[in-house]
């Protein structure tokens, strides 16, 4: 079955510390994204790769990093900067211009 | 003001009636236009994909474009308990390789029985 995965489904982060949150694709796609989705925010763009080795930042980047080694994957850190991380992040991925994207299930982050 | 406008709801319709999802838009760069429907803790699902003005049927489903009112819909025919969701509106330009999306807020709507 061709999708994307997400995992994992709930995270939890203690103050100060670093979380990775995994997402992987086997549409054979180009392009990934990751957005983070607020009550009554919508979804906002946090990072966005086009091609292995390459990505730009989106909108609040701030506290966040990400690495795009495999074409498949595409992780997210978010980091002890990120003061309020708490939210549904989600990640797509698409073929680019012209196209449209498909997101994957979610992970939910919690803080302790 | 936001680039995208969509009223949150929650909108709640009795099961059979048709239902009219909508939302405005400022940018008139944007030129492709999509809806998704959003189950509560789920990912997104793409639903309807529109790039002129006019309408777009799928089965239960048209997506209306009017880009000199810079206005989109989605209709739902004879609407069902399982199209209780969020219903997301997204548009991107036509600029560059990157297909950065804007979206809506989303507009929650309930089908009672």
């Known amino acids: 079955d061709g999708g994307i995965t997400q995992s994992p489904k709930y995270l939890f982060r203690k103050e100060g510390q670093n979380v990775t949150l995994s997402c992987e694709q086997n549409?054979?796609?180009?392009?990934m994204y990751w957005y983070r989705q607020d009550p009554g925010q919508g979804l906002r763009l946090i990072y966005y790769s086009q091609i292995v080795n390459d990505f730009q930042k989106g909108d609040i980047a701030e506290g966040y990093s990400v690495s795009r080694e495999k074409k498949e994957s595409f992780p997210l850190t978010v980091t002890s900067a990120q003061k309020n991380p708490t939210a549904f992040y989600l990640c797509?991925?698409?073929?680019?211009?012209?196209?449209?994207?498909?997101f994957g299930p979610g992970t939910r982050l919690l803080v302790l | 003001q936001k680039e995208v406008e969509q009223d949150p709801g929650p909108l709640s319709v009795p099961e059979g009636a048709i239902v009219s999802l909508n939302c405005t838009y400022s940018n008139s760069a944007f030129q492709y236009f999509m809806w998704y429907r959003q189950y509560s803790r789920k990912g997104p699902e793409l639903l309807m994909y529109t790039y002129s003005s006019g309408n777009k049927e799928d089965g239960r489903f048209t997506a209306q474009v009017d880009k000199s009112s810079k206005y989109i819909s989605l209709f739902i025919r004879d609407s069902q308990p399982s199209d209780s969701a969020t219903y997301l509106c997204?548009?991107?330009?036509?600029?560059?390789?990157?297909?950065?999306?804007?979206f809506g807020t989303g507009t929650r709507l309930q089908v009672t029985l």
């Open positions: 797509a991925s698409g073929t680019g211009s012209r196209e449209t994207q498909y």
């Open positions: 997204a548009m991107r330009s036509d600029t560059g390789t990157a297909s950065k999306l804007t």
């Open positions: 549409l054979n796609h180009d392009a």
